[in-house]
């Protein structure tokens, strides 16, 4: 009862009053905020000890401050009103929020339940990793401060807890982490009729590529009309970042607990609301907490858009991950060794995997992609689910600029596409990922690997 009343209060005094505060602000009231903020909290007792350089600086001095990989390690006597884990970046890090911290994560969530029209959710479904990872963490803090009443499973009780989720239904809200998804459409919503008309989607922890997309409409399309896919980009150092709005591919920057900066490729830090529109880089993040955490690298890179027509907040495009070595062991196929990420050097050329995925999505296929690079010649061995013929791929490939290069490419001979149906190779791949995501929290399994000959 204790804890129910805290969080009434929380909705009622802190983050209804602070939608209402920001309702009408425009792209230099957050600069001004981020400003001010920024000047609060390098004067904490935590700050002055972790960052004394700090001190003298203002946000506007970040530019040149220079980028961290790791986050700091907490003190021992930093206050643990909220506690969770993060694979992390580089290494698993143990992310501890004061009370301030919390209010301070909250205000985005309560923000993006504003902006969608809702304020607060009747009834959610929220599918996540295991504590005290925040991707499971993090997600039931939201839904306890967003949803009058949730149903909350762990990913690998999924199986067990299908009546559960069919008795609570229907759901004006569903949030999973977009790796979840494979498992909760084939178990879940391929088979119940679990939503309202008009629910909100909330997907997280991943890019959102159009294929992912696809699918989710053909499975959720079956029983309803009317629904919304919302891109939420999040991390567990500092909450949601930023939201789509009406496209998901496009997502409005929220400032409400951190300041972003892009760090181009040539090593610049340029902030984002003097970011151009067309500008790639990586997401560089301080974070607004009791412990103020400068200029840390999330390795996501982003393409800035243009802004938002209501708000004047930049708006970005996420691509993915910085390029990193893989190698896994797929049931049909055997080992796999190579390369994903958002953009990936083939034959001389960038080659975008968000954009890839697209043209694959327009087919109607589920994928795997893998790319023998020759460093000047190339060939794509795509396998897929269903029969697709070179001439539809190469028209698909010449709508957008982006990929217009590798039909270019196919027509110099410089590229080769190897389509193979294998419908058993499709589907074991599908199994093993949902048996890896139910069993490792939200890993993430590229449908694209290009792979190096020297």
Not at 123 to 133: A, H
Not at 253 to 282: H, S
Request: net charge positive; aromatic share 10%.
């Amino acid at each position: 009862m204790l804890e129910k009343l805290k969080i009434l209060l929380m909705k009622k005094l802190i983050l209804e009053q602070w939608a209402k505060k920001t309702a009408d602000w425009k792209a230099d009231d957050w600069i001004n905020y981020l400003h001010e903020t920024f000047d609060e909290l390098k004067k904490t007792k935590w700050t002055r000890k972790i960052f004394p350089q700090l001190a003298n600086l203002s946000y506007s001095d970040l530019v040149n401050f220079g980028v961290r990989d790791e986050l700091p390690e907490f003190p021992s006597s930093y206050p643990r009103y909220l506690e969770w884990w993060s694979s992390g970046t580089v290494k698993k890090k143990v992310i501890r929020l004061s009370k301030k911290d919390s209010i301070m994560i909250s205000r985005s969530l309560g923000r993006f339940a504003h902006n969608t029209g809702r304020g607060e959710f009747n009834n959610v479904l929220g599918i996540t990793s295991v504590p005290p990872f925040a991707t499971a963490s993090l997600v039931k803090f939201g839904l306890m401060v967003l949803s009058k009443r949730y149903t909350i499973v762990k990913i690998y009780e999924i199986e067990e807890n299908i009546n559960r989720i069919v008795r609570n239904a229907k759901y004006d809200g569903f949030v999973t982490l977009t790796g979840f998804l494979s498992p909760v459409l084939d178990k879940i919503i391929s088979k119940y009729d679990i939503f309202h008309e008009n629910v909100v989607i909330g997907l997280t922890g991943d890019v959102l590529i159009d294929s992912v997309v696809t699918k989710l409409n053909n499975y959720i399309g079956k029983w309803i009309d009317n629904y919304v896919i919302y891109n939420l980009y999040a991390c567990a150092e500092a909450g949601l970042m930023a939201a789509s709005d009406q496209d998901y591919h496009n997502l409005v920057y929220y400032p409400d607990a951190n300041g972003i900066m892009i760090l181009t490729k040539k090593g610049d830090l340029v902030d984002i609301f003097k970011a151009k529109k067309g500008t790639v880089g990586e997401i560089v993040l301080t974070i607004f907490r009791e412990l103020l955490i400068p200029n840390y690298n999330l390795h996501d890179v982003v393409e800035i858009t243009g802004r938002d027509p209501k708000t004047g907040l930049p708006t970005f495009n996420v691509l993915g991950k910085k390029v990193m070595r893989v190698a896994i062991e797929t049931p049909t196929l055997g080992e796999i060794h190579g390369e994903s990420g958002a953009v990936l050097r083939v034959a001389g050329a960038p080659l975008n995997t968000k954009d890839f995925d697209s043209v694959l999505a327009k087919l109607g296929v589920e994928y795997l992609a893998i790319i023998d690079d020759y460093r000047m010649k190339a060939t794509f061995t795509i396998y897929t689910d269903k029969k697709i013929n070179e001439e539809d791929l190469m028209k698909h490939l010449r709508e957008n600029y982006l990929t217009k290069i590798w039909a270019d490419k196919y027509n110099l001979g410089i590229v080769k596409f190897e389509i193979i149906t294998d419908k058993e190779v499709i589907d074991k791949y599908k199994e093993f990922i949902i048996k890896v995501t139910e069993q490792k929290r939200s890993p993430k399994i590229p449908r694209i690997i290009v792979r190096r000959h020297d």
